[in-house]
């Protein structure tokens, strides 16, 4: 089975500061992790996702992840804050290499910046 | 490129009736996939259909919920009776087929049960 875990409920930052939302991964074999972002009555939107390869990934509206796979994480980063990135951060994880393709979920972390 | 369509965005019913909700998938993906998000939780697959066939309904309560992709593109989710726990966000997503691929979602169908 795969989970995933995101032990933040809430994340508040500073808007100019730079802000980390964490993620951790269970799985067995080799993961594909993605990270979305959910507005406001709106769907998930793509942000990155790491597939093989460099262990920075860069994403949409200059974010950031790292996979580190001794810790099993994959946490997100942006180094400079703005208001406009408030929103609901889900990641998540499926594996290689298996027809089911569905990706797992984590329970979400808001993310509230401050001007 | 036009994106994931869904309809009705909202939907309030009460218990025992049914309701249905349509997607249409970004033009070309093979994959199709409908998840449920409960408030305050991550989206949860329902069903995932490669092209007209299902690939994972394991997490699917056939007993009042079926969904169906009739020609590989269009697809309906069913909840036939509902009940108060039904009540949530259903997403619909589609990805274009290779593993790796990324999943784009719809808009989303809030479903209000009371």
């Known amino acids: 089975a795969q989970s995933v875990a995101q032990p933040e409920d809430q994340v508040n930052v500073a808007e100019g500061n730079p802000l980390t939302v964490k993620c951790t991964y269970s799985?067995?074999?080799?993961?594909?992790l993605f990270w979305y972002v959910q507005y406001p009555n709106r769907g998930l939107q793509f942000l990155l996702k790491?597939?093989?390869?460099?262990?920075l990934v860069k994403g949409s509206y200059g974010f950031e992840a790292e996979f580190n796979k001794s810790q099993t994480s994959f946490h997100l980063k942006k180094p400079s804050a703005l208001v406009s990135d408030s929103a609901l951060y889900f990641c998540?994880?499926?594996?290689?290499?298996?027809?089911?393709?569905?990706?797992?979920f984590g329970s979400g972390t808001r993310l509230q910046v401050q001007p | 490129e036009a994106g994931v369509a869904q309809s009705p965005r909202y939907k309030i019913i009460e218990k025992r009736q049914s309701v249905a909700f349509w997607c249409n998938p970004i033009s070309g993906h093979a994959t199709l996939y409908w998840y449920q998000q409960i408030l305050g939780q991550g989206p949860k697959l329902l069903i995932q259909f490669q092209n007209n066939g299902v690939v994972d309904d394991s997490q699917l309560p056939k007993d009042r919920f079926s969904a169906e992709r009739l020609k590989g593109v269009d697809s309906t989710l069913k909840i036939q009776p509902a009940k108060l726990e039904d009540s949530a966000v259903y997403l619909c997503a589609s990805s274009s087929g290779p593993a790796q691929e990324t999943q784009y979602f719809g808009p989303g169908t809030r479903l209000l049960v009371l």
């Open positions: 998540a994880v499926r594996v290689m290499d298996t027809g089911r393709r569905a990706l797992t």
């Open positions: 790491y597939i093989t390869g460099d262990n």
């Open positions: 799985v067995s074999g080799n993961p594909y």
